[in-house]
């Protein structure tokens, strides 16, 4: 008889996107002459930048050209690209880290549930709450926890983000093997110094721990005090695996490229307690199960790196945290305390009231749309995430209408 893997039946079913939709139906429904501002999903709006389709363009050529064209590329990304991470995202920055040190991908999104596969099944997980939902989701079908009971899983040992901590969980209680740190973060828009990464490595390395590091919005940091990359903080390289993407950087949600770094010399361990390098184990599985992001496409993320395309992407970046610095002032003059909004796209808005309330409010006053604190963990409650990503003529259509909703 066939069966399931059973551990997906303890997915609680996300409620969150659908709920949202439901209630704008329902509000435009009851008010059909009433145009919405949607400032809740994280997705861009804004074009891919000139360099990186002429790029796009020119290798979509090559493709048509017996004397240019490619089938199979070498699945961890070409050369090309690769050098050019390591040098523009890392060695500039002080970060020691080599070209074949870094996995391109199609996606952070995949990467960063597909990379628990190389760690054992017993481990102990430590994930932030409120959270990016992949990180959880993907342990749960994995096996790594029990039920979920109050919207907590059982065996996850939850960083809570709070008002007090700035929404930047302290270290664990109980050791932890392996831990998801995600700066800027995706809900909470907030970042970490260097001082706190600092500490987290410290752990990692006291504890034989790995940190998986989610940087998909370091394209947002402008405060040269805030780290792009864990490696930029010493003995990072031993405990640490990064993950990238040029979804928020340049616009490549729809396109789809990503990498993942491995250094070399980050290691985990076997039962036996014998040493085992997890870029090794990584590039097993990356070979295995997938065969590399098109040529084009890579082509097009290389771009990014020329000089015409690092400006662009800087203007385009900026032109989203305009808006993100018009978002946060305005709430905060509203008189509601704000995370994020400053090297970030999210902000992070205590409501004052629970989740969906104030989304109601915001969706029946003001025809505006955000996300419930409350769909990213339970520390979330209370809380509303507001996106920066729309034009800034529709930003301050809604913060015109929110001002005269509250
Ligand atoms: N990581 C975080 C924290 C995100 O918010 C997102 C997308 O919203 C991703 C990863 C996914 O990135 P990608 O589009 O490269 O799959």
Redesign the pocket.
Known sequence: MIRINEHYLKLQASYLFSDIARRISSFQKNNPEREIVKLGI??VTRPLPEACIEAFHAAVDEMGMESTFKGYGPEQGYGFLREKIAEHDFQKRGANITADEIFIS???????GNIQEIFAADISIAIPDPV?P?YLDTNVMAGRTGICKDGRYENILYLDGTTENGFIPDLPERPADLIYL?FP???TGAVATKGILARWVEYARENKAVILF?A??EAFIRDEEIPHSIFEIDGAREVAIE?R????TAG??GT???YTVVPKTCMAYTSGGEKHSLHSLWNRRHSTKFNGVSYPVQKAAEAVYSEEGSVQVKVLIDYYLENAKLIRKEMTDLGYSCVGGINSPYIWINGKTDSWKFFDLLLNKAGVVCTPGAGFGRCGEGFIRISAFNSLENVQLAMERIRKAV
Do not use: E, L, M
């Not at 199609?106 to 960063?112: P, R, V």
């Not at 993407?245 to 928020?248: A, I, L, P």
């Open positions: 994280g997705d199609d996606g952070a999104k995949c990467d960063t990016y992949v995600c973060n995706n809900p989610d998909a919005y993950f993407s040029y979804s928020k490549f949600t789809r490229c990503a």
